[in-house]
């Protein structure tokens, strides 16, 4: 029972940044994992990263890791995506999701809720 929606979303220019914003409802957000994938038109959906139930720990793609920064404030029930040294191969849709994994990162059939995604388009 999480509804998640995405916001934060734009168009930026190489090597600029960006921060993606998760508002998830209700008080069940704390209890899974959440994270951020990606989808280019005609390609499979992308794991970006992912941090653990109280935000200790983090996951993150080969392609954006030392650029991008997950982070979640369950307090305020937001998860949040900060990115850095944009490159037009990051635009994609941008969507937050929640999963029941522990310990290990996980693959997009096995997150349970999603948001509507967010557009991020990055020019060269």
């Known amino acids: 029972q999480v509804q998640l929606v995405e916001s934060g979303g734009g168009l930026v220019q190489a090597g600029g940044s960006l921060r993606l914003s998760c508002a998830a409802s209700g008080r069940t957000f704390s209890s899974y994992s959440m994270g951020w994938f990606r989808q280019a038109p005609g390609k499979e959906r992308e794991f970006v990263a992912g941090?653990?139930?109280?935000?200790?720990?983090?996951y993150y793609g080969d392609p954006v890791k030392g650029r991008f920064t997950i982070s979640r404030d369950n307090a305020k029930n937001t998860g949040y995506l900060q990115m850095n040294s944009l490159t037009p191969e990051d635009t994609a849709v941008y969507y937050c999701?929640?999963?029941?994994?522990?310990?290990?990162?996980?693959?997009?059939?096995?997150?349970?809720?999603w948001g509507q995604g967010t557009q991020v388009t990055v020019s060269s």
């Open positions: 941090v653990s139930l109280r935000g200790a720990i983090t």
């Open positions: 999701a929640a999963a029941r994994v522990f310990g290990r990162p996980w693959t997009s059939k096995e997150c349970d809720y």
